[in-house]
């Protein structure tokens, strides 16, 4: 099976105006298939938002290649992308929709600003196209006169991802698409997101916090801690038996699992991100093993597509 | 001091907030009680008024807000009627809160120890070295590593989850009956979010004191409230001990709540939204019962009069004429 998307060894470290420099995304490899969905989730700071950003090639990356249907998209400056025709093949659907759309533009505006840009579409033909992606959101068509404040919280949602799948993209890039919604309306949005994906035959990249969302909407799942990936694998699998103590500690911490009991809980803080010891696994502080090996050799991932773990002591599979 | 009746009592609060856009109607006959040593949790999405209430028995509301009738109980006490310095003399020490966002809560120029120790020498007789060692123990207490070390930390200086830690050490200084945790973990991760929780419910039983724990995470205050009463729309529609509310939900926009939360496991196909939108609360013509326009069930006795929140089994009431 060929991939859509493949990721090697990309890394991304961000110079400090004090000097040192910020590990946000260290070494990560990974593979998406055609129609896949691969959920990327961490707790704030693990880097999943600098990698989709990566992905998106909103900014560029220190080292490391990002192959797209087989062509190398890193070394190609940010600032240039914009011009390259893979730009409209991989779109992105942010947070926020209060945020990522201009007040000043309608609904119609939002939708057809990428189909102009991108695809040079105007008139006729531009009306049609921004018609039909409203239609594929449920958007009624009344609608895309209207500003964003004269917009509820879903429909806002509804236009920022029409306007990501107008231009026909193979790979979305979701950052936390419903984490500003409302539960009731988060459904709503979310069995959207899934039937898109298979009526368009869409490649999604979902990065979330949410670990109930990312089960329910991805077939794959990959777990990052300070840069690093710490396990990766079929959903099911990584949240029925996970292998890396931080992805059960995860895990673990979701809530209505109707755990009322004292489980232990991770201890202490995470480590600085900044210039952290090469050697010494990130999770080592945090973790319940940690021992002496843990702080001297970096574990690799190490394993194939049915699952890979990054520990020298992993858990046992049940 | 014994026990006898309710810690705090909402009843019938109603409350509007007078605005240039027209009179919102915040809150609409809002009533429950928690107990000594309790934890319920007030369950609610945006704009459902779970907020307002409790800024309403902090005394934190905005000068916009008249409140149109009901009581506010606390220890036997008319929160509403009584006289100014003996609330403020309740408020922060017997009843206290902390926020979603501790960092912007906490005074930013100030170190979290001295902080503490200004909070502790308001309201109690201590000197400044009692109320250092105070201080210290009190960080220890809420589980920060290295105290002492941490008395001297600026909030910025500390991580988002450390901050609420502190926040709560702040809330519970002066030894509170009870605790209003608004969010107290929107924002934080998962771990952390895990972690904090179990030091609320910890503290609590450890105290015997009560905490109304705000939230919009259904699942989460399922896994820690003893009872929960779910809002919507300014209204209390439904209230009962915690697993009760979960298997047996009676009210129609619970089990919609129920159903659009996304618990581990559960497939994109089980999950369902619930339908319609919260209506305008500066309409005329609000329905009385205000989830009459989204649910399924609404029948004409629906828009005759407001649904009363009744106690349909032991502990479990539901404010729908519909309801069995």
Redesign the interface.
């Given at each position: 099976m060929s991939a859509l998307l493949r990721i090697e060894s990309l890394s991304k470290h961000f110079g400090l105006r004090g000097g040192g420099r910020l590990h946000a995304v260290d070494g990560v490899n990974f593979e998406l298939a055609h129609g896949e969905a691969l959920g990327l989730v961490g707790e704030s700071g693990c880097g999943k938002s600098t990698l989709a950003q990566l992905i998106a090639r909103l900014i560029d990356p220190g080292a490391g290649r990002i192959l797209f249907e087989g062509r190398d998209l890193a070394a190609i400056p940010a600032e240039r992308f914009a011009q390259v025709p893979d730009r409209a093949r991989i779109q992105m659907v942010f947070q926020d929709a209060d945020e990522s759309l201009n007040p000043r533009h309608t609904a119609f505006d939002a939708i057809a600003d990428p189909l102009e840009r991108l695809k040079g579409l105007a008139g006729t033909e531009l009306r049609l196209r921004v018609a039909h992606a409203a239609e594929l959101v449920n958007l009624p068509g009344e609608l895309l006169g209207r500003f964003p404040h004269q917009l509820s919280g879903g429909q806002k949602a509804r236009v920022g991802i029409a306007r990501a799948i107008a231009v026909e993209p193979a790979l979305v890039i979701l950052d936390e698409p419903t984490s500003a919604l409302d539960v009731s309306i988060q459904a709503m949005i979310l069995k959207l997101l899934d039937r898109l994906r298979r009526e368009l035959g869409l490649s999604y990249l979902f990065v979330s916090h949410d670990l109930a969302v990312v089960r329910m909407l991805c077939e794959r799942v990959m777990v990052m801690y300070l840069g690093r990936c710490m396990e990766a694998g079929p959903t099911a699998a990584v949240f029925d038996r996970p292998r890396h103590p931080y992805t059960a500690a995860l895990i673990d911490a979701i809530p209505g699992t109707g755990r009322r009991g004292a489980r232990p809980r991770l201890e202490g803080e995470p480590v600085s991100p900044v210039d952290p010891d090469p050697r010494r696994c990130r999770f080592h502080g945090r973790c319940p093993r940690g021992e002496q090996r843990c702080r001297e050799i970096m574990p690799e991932l190490d394993g194939g597509r049915s699952g890979a773990v990054a520990c020298h002591f992993p858990l046992a599979p049940a | 001091m014994s026990a006898a009746g309710p810690l705090l009592a909402l009843s019938g609060l109603s409350l509007d907030f007078v605005t240039r856009g027209g009179r919102v109607r915040a809150l609409d006959r809002v009533g429950f009680e928690i107990a000594q040593g309790e934890m319920l949790g007030v369950v609610g999405?945006?704009g459902s008024g779970k907020s307002v209430t409790a800024y309403a028995v902090m005394d934190l509301l905005e000068p916009a807000a008249r409140i149109g009738g009901g009581r506010l109980d606390f220890r036997g006490l008319d929160l509403l009627g009584a006289d100014r310095a003996r609330l403020a003399a309740l408020r922060g020490q017997a009843i206290s809160m902390i926020f979603q966002n501790p960092r912007a809560a906490l005074n930013p120029i100030r170190p979290v120890g001295r902080q503490l120790v200004d909070v502790l020498r308001a309201h109690r007789p201590m000197n400044r070295a009692a109320a250092e060692s105070e201080a210290e123990r009190l960080l220890a207490m809420v589980r920060i590593?290295d105290p002492a070390r941490r008395m001297m930390a600026y909030p910025f200086e500390l991580?988002?989850?450390?901050c609420q830690r502190a926040m709560i050490a702040l809330a519970l200084a002066c030894q509170p009956a009870l605790l209003i945790a608004d969010e107290p973990t929107t924002g934080l991760?998962?771990?952390?979010?895990?972690?904090i929780m179990?030091l609320l419910r910890?503290l609590a039983r450890a105290r015997g004191m009560a905490t109304l724990f705000i939230t919009?995470?259904?699942?989460?205050a399922?896994?820690?409230c003893d009872r929960i009463a779910v809002m919507h729309a300014g209204q209390v529609v439904e209230c009962a001990p915690t697993a009760r509310l979960l298997a047996e939900p009676r009210h129609p926009y619970t089990r919609?709540?129920l159903?659009?939360?996304?618990?581990?496991?559960?497939?994109?196909g089980e999950?369902?939204?619930?339908g319609g939108?919260l209506p305008d609360l500066t309409r005329e013509d609000l329905p009385p019962c205000r989830y009459a326009e989204r649910c399924e069930r609404r029948r004409p006795e629906c828009d005759a009069a407001p649904p009363p929140l009744a106690e349909r089994a032991p502990g479990h009431a539901v404010a729908c004429w519909r309801a069995a």
């Open positions: - | 999405e945006s590593p991580s988002g989850g450390l991760d998962v771990t952390t979010q895990a972690a179990d910890d919009h995470d259904l699942a989460l399922g896994d820690y919609g709540l159903a659009a939360t996304p618990r581990s496991g559960s497939r994109i999950i369902a939204a619930v939108a």
